[in-house]
């Protein structure tokens, strides 16, 4: 196949909803989210993460490694929050008129985030051994923006958890800022009641 039989294979195959982080190869996409978190914190002067790179296997997890402030190594497992029925309805659409999109509610992100949550602690992570075990979630979604959903996120509590130590929300690229948002999400350390968390 031709490298322009390639290119509009991709095109074809385009994701046509929700689509900013979208990349055809999964690795890559989610070692890209990863890298614009780590942008994200490098511009509000909070690098929590560097050198990141897919995970030991394609198949298992982590999705990402990266290391932390002291250079030891992290395991992040990247995921995003997506309405597939949108997804689905707008590849179908034949006209601009057509499109849809989901006008996501409140409670329903937060139950979202946390089922997210609970999917990923139920893995088991290869590789190792982990300072820490981070899920960043991200969302291109219409109605998903940092200036409705930041204080709402900051305030609430998710987990405890078995094995997951740290998540991320990341907003999709807003021009004002100059990069993709993100909240750090309170998650209480493993076997213990409470946590802490900030964002930016």
Not at 80 to 101: C, K, M
Not at 133 to 140: F, L, P, R, S, Y
Not at 148 to 159: E, P, R, S, W
Request: charged share 30%; glycine share 8%.
């Amino acid at each position: 196949m031709s490298l322009v039989d390639r290119l509009r294979h991709i095109l074809r195959r385009q994701r046509r909803y929700a689509s900013y982080f979208e990349w055809p190869h999964k690795p890559i996409k989610e070692l890209g989210v990863v890298k614009e978190l780590i942008k994200a914190m490098d511009s509000s002067g909070n690098m929590e993460f560097r050198s990141p790179d897919v995970g030991p296997d394609p198949n298992l997890a982590p999705d990402c490694v990266a290391l932390d402030r002291e250079g030891r190594p992290v395991a992040l497992e990247v995921c995003e929050l997506v309405s597939e029925e949108a997804i689905r309805l707008n590849q179908h659409a034949t006209r601009l008129e057509d499109r849809v999109y989901r006008d996501w509610q409140p409670d329903d992100v937060l139950r979202e985030i946390r089922r997210i949550l609970e999917v990923k602690d139920s893995k088991t992570f290869h590789g190792g051994p982990y300072s820490g075990i981070v899920v960043v979630i991200h969302a291109d979604e219409m109605t998903i923006k940092s200036d409705a959903y930041a204080d709402l996120l900051q305030a609430q509590t998710f987990g405890p958890f078995r094995r997951i130590t740290d998540g991320y929300f990341l907003f999709s690229y807003e021009p004002d800022v100059g990069h993709c948002p993100y909240v750090r999400l309170k998650i209480p350390a493993p076997g213990t009641p409470g946590g802490s968390g900030r964002g930016a």
